[in-house]
Every structure is written in structure tokens, then in C-alpha cells.
């Protein structure tokens, strides 16, 4: 895994809760509840949350504090989510964002 965020710029310093189980693009991984689930992305190796609609170009963890839409992501069905400060759970379903999307733009 890669190295984790332990302290955030907005939420402050992260606790570690139980290892939860999620879902990333149909795979599963495994983060902290609690934790930004752009964390736990980014501790899985994962840096590409979304696709620009109008030119395509990926997009991830930039501001972390909620203020710009790099991170946002599909999560549970719901479009648009900041992942840089929505909280982990179990189970949850996250997805690459391609524009407004969860479909890739060939598939549009």
C-alpha cells in the first residue's frame, strides 16, 4: 500500500477505525471507517478519481479540503461526491466519474 494521509488540512488529525471493506470500479479494497475515502484510495494506489468532460483529462486529490472538484466521484450511485472529505464506510461502491457519468465517454 502506499503511504497513508494521517492528518488532514480540514479534518484534522485522522483516527484509524476498523478496516472496512470497499468497492472501487468493481474491485474490491480495503481502508479505515472513517477515513476520506480519497485516502483510502490513494493508500490503494489510486489517484485517478474522475475524467473532465470537455477535454477528458484525469483528475484527482488536489485541494483536499473540499473547495475544488478534482476528487469527485460516483459513490453509491451518487454523482459529484467529494471524496476528500466523505467518510469511508463498509461496502461502499465508488466509481471513476467520466464528466457526469460512470460510463466512460466511448460509451456515452
Given at each position: ?5 494521517v492528518?488532514?488540512?480540514i479534518?484534522?488529525?485522522?483516527e ?5 471493506s470497499f ?13 476520506p475515502?480519497?485516502?483510502a484510495?490513494?493508500?490503494n ?5 474522475r ?5 477528458h483529462?484525469?483528475r484527482?486529490?488536489?485541494c483536499?479540503?473540499?473547495r475544488c472538484t478534482?476528487c469527485?466521484m460516483i459513490?453509491n450511485g451518487?454523482p ?7 467518510a ?9 466519474q467520466?464528466?457526469v457519468s460512470?460510463k466512460?465517454?466511448e460509451?456515452q
Amino acid at each position: 500500500m502506499a503511504e497513508r494521509i494521517v492528518e488532514h488540512p480540514i479534518l484534522g488529525v485522522q483516527e484509524k477505525g476498523r478496516k472496512v471493506s470497499f468497492f472501487f470500479d468493481g474491485k474490491e479494497y480495503e481502508g479505515f471507517e472513517g477515513e476520506p475515502i480519497a485516502a483510502a484510495l490513494k493508500a490503494n494506489d489510486v489517484m485517478i478519481h474522475r475524467y473532465t468532460k470537455k477535454e477528458h483529462k484525469p483528475r484527482g486529490i488536489f485541494c483536499a479540503i473540499g473547495r475544488c472538484t478534482d476528487c469527485v466521484m460516483i459513490v453509491n450511485g451518487v454523482p459529484n461526491v467529494r471524496t476528500c472529505i466523505t467518510a469511508l464506510e463498509e461496502g461502499m461502491v465508488v466509481k471513476t466519474q467520466y464528466g457526469v457519468s460512470e460510463k466512460p465517454f466511448e460509451e456515452q
